[in-house]
T-cell receptor, first 116, second 114 residues
Framework: TQLLEQSPQFLSIQEGENLTVYCNSS?????LQWYRQEPGEGPVLLVT?????EVKKLKRLTFQFGDARKDSSLHITAAQPGDTGLYLC????????????????FGQGTILTVHP | NAGVMQNPRHLVRRRGQEARLRCSPM?????VYWYRQLPEEGLKFMVY????????ESGMPKERFSAEFPKEGPSILRIQQVVRGDSAAYFC????????????FGSGTRLTVV
């Protein structure tokens, strides 16, 4: 069973601080995705990383995929109250034969609160 | 907006009633996924469907729950004889192929069983 573990589970910081959220697994994933979810809404895809060692930037957000494709991190620079939300990592689940067929496994999420 | 449309947004059912949740995928997407979200538990996979086919229902409870994605019309998640433990947010997502590059989610249906 492929599992994704996120840390920390909760993060409460002041506006302007930097933070990093981690997503770890003992399994190799063909890709990893990051989503942000606001209360009362569905998750919104932020980024997909597909190559080991890949780094992608989205304004103040930097996403990294581990070299072995077992982990990923999300770093936010100068956090703002608008960054508040639930951050989820996810990866395609593979069947017993190692084929990925569409189902995603999600981490349990990191609840980020940025105070003004 | 041609995003994933779910309705109703909120649904209240009494114990023993049936709940029907609808999902229209994004235009051009033929793969539909249903997930359930409970506080403190994250998103749990329920079922993966393509048009007229159930690809994977390994996350669906064996009893009372069923899903379909007919040739015409939305995907339906049906919960018969609801119990209080079924109260949760149910999200539908769609993709043009498998989930390799990610899903587009709907806004969810919040089911409350009273």
């Amino acid at each position: 069973t492929q599992l994704l573990e996120q840390s920390p589970q909760f993060l409460s910081i002041q506006e302007g601080e930097n933070l990093t959220v981690y997503c770890n697994s003992s399994s190799v994933f063909s890709s990893l995705q990051w989503y942000r979810q606001e209360p009362g809404e569905g998750p919104v895809l932020l980024v997909t990383v597909v190559t080991g060692g890949e780094v992608k930037k989205l304004k103040r957000l930097t996403f990294q995929f581990g070299d072995a494709r077992k982990d990923s991190s999300l770093h936010i620079t100068a956090a703002q109250p608008g960054d508040t939300g639930l951050y989820l990592c996810a990866g395609p689940t593979t069947n017993a034969g190692g084929t990925s067929y569409g189902k995603l496994t999600f981490g349990q999420g990191t609840i980020l609160t940025v105070h003004p | 907006n041609a995003g994933v449309m779910q309705n109703p947004r909120h649904l209240v059912r009494r114990r023993g009633q049936e709940a029907r949740l609808r999902c229209s995928p994004m235009k051009g997407h033929s793969h539909v996924y249903w997930y359930r979200q409970l506080p403190e538990e994250g998103l749990k996979f329920m079922v993966y469907l393509q048009k007229e086919n159930i690809i994977d229902e390994s996350g669906m409870p064996k009893e009372r729950f069923s899903a379909e994605f007919p040739k015409e019309g939305p995907s339906i998640l049906r919960i018969q004889q609801v119990v209080r433990g079924d109260s949760a947010a149910y999200f539908c997502a769609s993709s043009p192929g498998g989930g390799y590059y990610g899903y587009t989610f709907g806004s969810g249906t919040r089911l409350t069983v009273v």
